[in-house]
C-alpha cells in the first residue's frame, strides 16, 4: 500500500434517530474523525426509475488500518468523501480485509443520488 495514493478525506457517518416534539421520527448523521482513504470508481451504470435515468456509481474505498480509536465501519453506516465543492455520500455494501494481515480495510459502496442522499 503507497500512502501516495490515500489522497481522497473521507467520513465514517453513523445515523443517529432523533424525536421532533410531535413524535416523528428524522435520521441525522454524524462524522467519524477525518480519514485519509483511496476511492476508485470500478463501475458506472444506470438505472430507470419513476421516468427517469438515474447514474449509478460503485466505489471502492481503502482505508488503513486500524481506524483512529471508537470508530467503527459496517453495513448500516455510509461514507461522506469530502471533494471540491461539496460531498459526496456512498453507502456501504461491503466491508472487507483482503490480506487478513490488518493493514488495510476494502468498503465497496454505492453512490448515494437523490432522496437516498439525504444530508
Not at 69 to 85: C, D, M, P, S, Y
Request: net charge positive; glycine share 6%; charged share 30%.
Amino acid at each position: 500500500m503507497r500512502i501516495a495514493r490515500m489522497r481522497h478525506t473521507v467520513y465514517i457517518q453513523t445515523p443517529t434517530v432523533t424525536r421532533n416534539a410531535r413524535g416523528a421520527e428524522s435520521v441525522t448523521w454524524a462524522d467519524s474523525p477525518l480519514l485519509r482513504a483511496e476511492v476508485r470508481t470500478p463501475s458506472g451504470d444506470e438505472r430507470r426509475a419513476d421516468e427517469q435515468v438515474i447514474a449509478l456509481a460503485s466505489h471502492q474505498a481503502t482505508l488503513r488500518w486500524p481506524l483512529p480509536a471508537g470508530t467503527t465501519i459496517t453495513t448500516k453506516k455510509r461514507l461522506r468523501w469530502a471533494v471540491e465543492g461539496g460531498s459526496r455520500y456512498l453507502a456501504i455494501t461491503f466491508v472487507g480485509e483482503p490480506d487478513n494481515l490488518r493493514r488495510r480495510i476494502e468498503v465497496w459502496c454505492q453512490e448515494l443520488v437523490g432522496e437516498d442522499r439525504a444530508e
